[in-house]
């Protein structure tokens, strides 16, 4: 295979973008992630302040993020034109009350589009540019799950419904092409190497319902997942919420408790399962498989979390899945508190090449007991931390 070269795709591309959008002015959605800033990067090379990128602070960004990234993109050596649109109250109207991750993607998408097509046709702009890379069409056509920034590949046209010409630089890419073509054009390491975040932010971490106090607790605990689990250089890492209510006398619990006894050596009474009311999506044979969420306490004879390596909790999960399919995802405990509260955090980390597949990262106990001792005195309605040990497939890197 040829080895990619990132200078002859940006001189390409700058050339295309510039054919396409002639003296015309084009609009990009910016997220402080490496796909849209190398996107809005190639574009202001080729149309210089013909360009406008507008980041959507949609409530479902990290704390203080759309200022940060806003200062971060605006400056040398980026010096690109940004303006921050304030639509918190917009997108949690339009996503209240919903459940399924499928529902919240698509209505993510259409209000995210929705608010991107006003924004065109107030300021005059013809042509939407995005970071849309290979990995997206390739989990949205192949059905496992909508990412919201694949259109014309499934049948949605932007100009009759938008009003706009999508152009997409990267979409023949996947994410370590983007990054070489990211430090080629000399944006900074802390874009260029920055881990993923989804297009719908933390919508797609908080499984289930969004609620207000469910947010807060979730970016409490992404900014202390990420700060912690950065040292040991997993490819994704994050933290994700789901509401602690329980699908009653689910019928896979006891065997469960019987594989995961035989496994770790654990005597069954010590070993508590159980198996969230909210579902997670997952890959089964390269499709969509939307199943249930598995949380396995097991515990020593003095009432401590048995800590069984990574390698054999993932062995464990594969067993576990394996005889009960209709599970998608196994967490693991970490850390609890005496009381049931209304949520539970589970922590991830991955290791990946194409993120198409990923192996779950051997993340030591001294930084998983740390973590989540931090997000329970930090959040205040998470009764239980956990570590996600499912690779994927069978689950999908994102809870939804």
Request: with cysteine; hydrophobic share 35%; proline share 6%.
């Amino acid at each position: 295979m040829e080895k990619f070269n990132p200078e002859e795709f940006v001189n390409k591309q700058v050339e295309e973008i510039k054919r396409a959008v002639g003296s015309e002015r084009a609009l990009i959605a910016v997220s402080g992630g490496v796909d849209s800033t190398t996107c809005a990067a190639l574009t202001h090379r080729a149309i210089g302040e013909n360009l406008l990128c507008v980041m959507l602070d949609d409530a479902f960004m990290r704390d203080g993020e759309p200022e940060r990234v806003a200062q971060l993109l605006s400056q040398p050596p980026l010096n690109l034109p940004i303006k921050v649109l304030k639509v918190q109250q917009r997108f949690l109207k339009e996503l209240k009350g919903l459940r399924d991750a499928e529902e919240k993607r698509k209505k993510f998408r259409e209000n995210f589009y929705k608010t991107l097509s006003e924004t065109a046709k107030k300021e005059g702009y013809r042509f939407l540019v995005q970071g849309t890379i290979q990995a997206d069409i390739v989990e949205t056509t192949g059905g496992i799950k909508t990412q919201h920034n694949v259109l014309s590949q499934i049948g949605i046209t932007p100009t009759e419904r938008y009003g706009f010409q999508v152009i997409e630089p990267v979409a023949s890419l996947y994410k370590g092409q983007v990054r070489e073509v990211a430090r080629y054009l000399g944006i900074p390491k802390e874009i260029s190497e920055r881990q993923p975040f989804p297009g719908p932010g933390l919508s797609v971490r908080a499984v289930g319902e969004i609620r207000i106090d469910k947010l807060e607790s979730l970016k409490k605990a992404t900014a202390i997942a990420e700060e912690n689990f950065s040292k040991h250089g997993p490819s994704q890492y994050f933290a994700a919420i789901i509401d602690n209510i329980e699908r009653s006398q689910h019928p896979c619990i006891l065997h469960i408790q019987e594989i995961v006894a035989r496994y770790l050596n654990v005597p069954t009474r010590n070993i508590t399962v159980k198996v969230f009311q909210d579902k997670a999506t997952g890959v089964k044979r390269g499709e969509r498989h939307y199943g249930d969420i598995a949380a396995i306490k097991a515990q020593t004879a003095n009432g401590r979390i048995h800590q069984a390596t990574v390698k054999s909790l993932v062995a464990l999960q594969t067993r576990v899945i394996t005889e009960n399919p209709p599970l998608t995802r196994i967490l693991y405990a970490i850390q609890e508190k005496p009381q049931e509260l209304s949520y539970v955090i589970t922590l991830r980390a991955i290791q990946t090449r194409d993120f198409l597949t990923a192996s779950v990262a051997e993340i030591p106990w001294t930084t998983l007991r740390e973590t989540a001792q931090k997000i329970l005195e930090a959040c205040p309605n998470v009764s239980s931390v956990y570590y996600d040990v499912t690779p994927k497939p069978p689950a999908t890197i994102e809870m939804e």
